[in-house]
């Protein structure tokens, strides 16, 4: 089913949390909603979902308005199912049971709710925990109840909020292949909420970059790393600096060296710049191009180290990747070999 924003706007006290948001969801595509917390993500899901009531604009589902000027469609009837981070499993039912009970309540036999319950226990690998209650299961295990659950309900639209939000790092990147497994055997529209960018950008068809109630850019996952539309969504998806550089006849200087980056020139002045780790090459002393800095901070991330270099005439530090260890004070020299423009 596909999902149609437009104009979408929801305030509490006057303090707008969803602040005029237009999209169009294909269906089946998985889209991924990405800003730091309080930008409005929760909210804006739980318009989508019928529980919250619009102030403005509407929302169509599969091409039915669910949303609008007076109208406003209980949750019940918008068709959509639900994963949230806290799993709101019902601790003395059974796995099967949990899976089975809401087939139930929404009026199939309890024969025919267990079959179907037994059926997508087996799509999350759990069919022989079927038995047991939710307390014996491990977090992971208890998230793929309720993606189970989700699923026998044959929701053409899933809601999911910071889904892998209480799990450990390692079920973290587990979890996030299944949900791409899980995408594909449902083949429902999923509209995913998190935080965490690195979690969107390995999850989603397309991604929203979100700030302050608003989408500041949309698009595929590696559009928006390789093309951030500003030095907001820059700063905000994947490792780098932004800083200052200045365009001359079509040439781009940092800190008085030309240097390559990818984008529109434009006209000749002050622009930013995004260079990331990958873009920066150190060098050997005295090669031609070449910036030199000392380095303010090393931490060993596991198989490289992370450095911070402090370039004079540059306020932020670059971040680089060193395949050796640094020490704090050295002094290095840098072949910028790539960074975009941002758009003015
Ligand atoms: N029921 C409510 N009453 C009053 N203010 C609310 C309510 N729900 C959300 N807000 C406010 O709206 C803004 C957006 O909140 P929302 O929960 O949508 O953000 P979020 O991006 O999901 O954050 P998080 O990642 O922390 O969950 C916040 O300033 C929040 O305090």
């Given at each position: 089913?596909?999902?149609?924003?437009?104009?979408?706007?929801?305030?509490f006290s006057g303090k707008p949390a969803v602040n005029g948001i237009d999209i169009d969801i294909a269906p089946g595509e998985f889209f991924a909603i990405v800003g730091a917390s309080g930008c409005g993500k929760?909210?804006?899901?739980?318009?989508?979902?019928?529980?919250?009531?619009?102030?403005?604009?509407?929302?169509?589902?599969?091409?039915?308005?669910?949303?609008?000027?007076?109208?406003?469609?209980p949750s019940e009837a918008r068709g959509v199912g639900f994963v949230f981070q806290s799993y709101a499993l019902w601790p003395h039912l059974d796995v099967r049971g949990n899976v089975a009970f809401p087939l139930e309540a929404a009026g199939l036999r309890a024969v025919e709710a267990?079959?179907?319950?037994?059926?997508?226990?087996?799509?999350?690998?759990?069919?022989?925990?079927?038995?047991?209650?939710?307390?014996?299961?491990?977090?992971?295990?208890?998230?793929?109840?309720?993606l189970a659950r989700c699923l026998a309900q044959d929701a053409g639209i899933i809601l999911m909020d910071e889904?892998?939000?209480?799990?450990?790092?390692?079920?973290?990147?587990?979890?996030?292949?299944?949900?791409?497994?899980?995408?594909?055997?449902?083949?429902?529209?999923?509209?995913?909420?998190?935080?965490?960018?690195?979690?969107?950008?390995?999850?989603?068809?397309?991604?929203?970059?979100?700030?302050?109630?608003?989408?500041?850019?949309?698009?595929?996952?590696?559009?928006?790393y390789a093309r951030p539309a500003s030095a907001e969504v820059a700063r905000f998806i994947g490792e780098g600096v932004v800083h200052p550089v200045t365009v001359t006849d079509g040439v781009v200087s940092l800190a008085g060296q030309p240097v390559p980056v990818q984008g529109e020139g434009g006209a000749d002045g002050p622009r930013l710049a995004l260079f990331r780790p990958k873009d920066l090459v150190v060098t050997a002393h005295g090669e031609g191009g070449a910036l030199t800095g000392r380095v303010t901070a090393v931490l060993y991330r596991g198989g490289y180290w992370e450095a911070k270099l402090a370039v004079d005439g540059l306020t932020e530090p670059f971040l680089l990747h060193l395949p050796r260890r640094a020490q704090v004070g050295d002094e290095l020299a840098l072949c910028v070999s790539d960074g975009w423009l941002l758009p003015e």
């Amino acid at each position: 089913m596909s999902i149609t924003l437009t104009d979408l706007r929801k305030s509490f006290s006057g303090k707008p949390a969803v602040n005029g948001i237009d999209i169009d969801i294909a269906p089946g595509e998985f889209f991924a909603i990405v800003g730091a917390s309080g930008c409005g993500k929760s909210t804006l899901l739980r318009l989508i979902a019928g529980l919250e009531v619009a102030d403005a604009g509407e929302i169509a589902l599969g091409g039915k308005q669910v949303s609008g000027p007076g109208l406003h469609l209980p949750s019940e009837a918008r068709g959509v199912g639900f994963v949230f981070q806290s799993y709101a499993l019902w601790p003395h039912l059974d796995v099967r049971g949990n899976v089975a009970f809401p087939l139930e309540a929404a009026g199939l036999r309890a024969v025919e709710a267990a079959r179907r319950a037994e059926r997508h226990l087996t799509t999350v690998a759990l069919e022989h925990y079927a038995s047991r209650k939710p307390a014996e299961l491990s977090g992971g295990q208890r998230q793929r109840v309720a993606l189970a659950r989700c699923l026998a309900q044959d929701a053409g639209i899933i809601l999911m909020d910071e889904p892998l939000a209480n799990l450990d790092p390692h079920l973290r990147a587990t979890m996030e292949e299944e949900l791409v497994a899980f995408h594909r055997a449902a083949a429902a529209t999923t509209v995913y909420i998190t935080h965490d960018q690195r979690e969107a950008m390995a999850v989603a068809d397309r991604m929203a970059v979100m700030a302050a109630g608003r989408f500041l850019q949309v698009g595929a996952p590696d559009e928006v790393y390789a093309r951030p539309a500003s030095a907001e969504v820059a700063r905000f998806i994947g490792e780098g600096v932004v800083h200052p550089v200045t365009v001359t006849d079509g040439v781009v200087s940092l800190a008085g060296q030309p240097v390559p980056v990818q984008g529109e020139g434009g006209a000749d002045g002050p622009r930013l710049a995004l260079f990331r780790p990958k873009d920066l090459v150190v060098t050997a002393h005295g090669e031609g191009g070449a910036l030199t800095g000392r380095v303010t901070a090393v931490l060993y991330r596991g198989g490289y180290w992370e450095a911070k270099l402090a370039v004079d005439g540059l306020t932020e530090p670059f971040l680089l990747h060193l395949p050796r260890r640094a020490q704090v004070g050295d002094e290095l020299a840098l072949c910028v070999s790539d960074g975009w423009l941002l758009p003015e």
